[in-house]
């Protein structure tokens, strides 16, 4: 089945621990993006990568990390999370860049 | 669980009615446009998209209108269903920015009473 998996679905960590969320998907899809959602905010992209060892920054990049070593794999690495950190995050991939974005079941993270 | 969308607007239908949810955008070089679908607990799901060229495009039980003079979107679900509860994202991806990122409005919630 074609799909978007991230990890974990739930998290709730300390202020100032390290922390990764794993995306990966199986659809060689070139271009890969994260997102978080807030209550009245939408969402907003964090960073994306249009293929392996390219990425670049989106509207909110503060805060966090990414990676593309291998085409399927964009973990969003959190170094050391604050309390507005907080939020639903999103793991999206497409094609290629521009086409329509097939989104990951989201992950919960609390920082407390 | 989340709390996604606590201040959204909110659409009430009865069930087997057609439902229409709007869109306004504000960048006249968006080109491509995609309707998303996100149930609780889950990820936002592709329902339907439109380019530029088309003012209208048809799914299974869905209809994306285009209106670019005006720079608006609309949804139709026709003979909505329960299962269409859920809240609507309109995006868009404009050709004036080069990493063509989707934009994604605030989200309507469709909610079907039985």
């Known amino acids: 089945e074609a799909q978007v998996t991230q990890n974990p679905r739930y998290l709730i960590t300390v202020t100032g621990k390290k922390l990764t969320v794993t995306c990966s998907q199986n659809?060689?899809?070139?271009?890969m993006s994260w997102y978080r959602q807030d209550p009245g905010l939408g969402l907003r992209q964090i960073y994306y990568?249009?293929?392996?060892?390219?990425?670049d920054k989106g509207d909110v990049p503060e805060g966090y990390k990414v990676s593309r070593k291998e085409k399927r794999n964009f973990p969003l690495i959190l170094e050391s999370p604050s309390p507005n950190q907080t939020s639903l995050y999103f793991c999206?991939?497409?094609?290629?860049?521009?086409?329509?974005?097939?989104f990951g079941s989201g992950t919960q993270l609390s920082v407390l | 669980g989340e709390s996604v969308g606590l201040h959204l607007p909110t659409l009430s239908v009865q069930e087997g009615d057609n439902s229409i949810i709007n869109c306004a955008y504000s960048?006249?070089?968006?080109?491509?446009f995609i309707w998303y679908k996100q149930e609780s607990g889950k990820g936002p799901q592709f329902i339907i998209d439109?380019?530029?060229?088309?003012d209208k495009r048809q799914g299974q039980r869905v209809t994306v209108l285009l209106n670019k003079t005006v720079k608006h979107l609309s949804l139709q679900i026709a003979a909505t269903q329960p299962g269409d509860s859920a809240v609507y994202f309109c995006?868009?991806?404009?050709?004036?920015?080069?990493?063509?990122?989707?934009?994604f409005g605030s989200g309507t919630r469709l909610q079907v009473q039985p």
């Open positions: 999206a991939s497409s094609g290629r860049v521009g086409e329509k974005l097939f």
């Open positions: 960048n006249s070089a968006s080109d491509y």
């Open positions: 439109i380019r530029s060229n088309m």
């Open positions: 995006a868009e991806i404009s050709m004036d920015t080069g990493r063509r990122a989707l934009t």
């Open positions: 990568s249009m293929n392996v060892e390219v990425t």
């Open positions: 659809m060689n899809h070139e271009y």
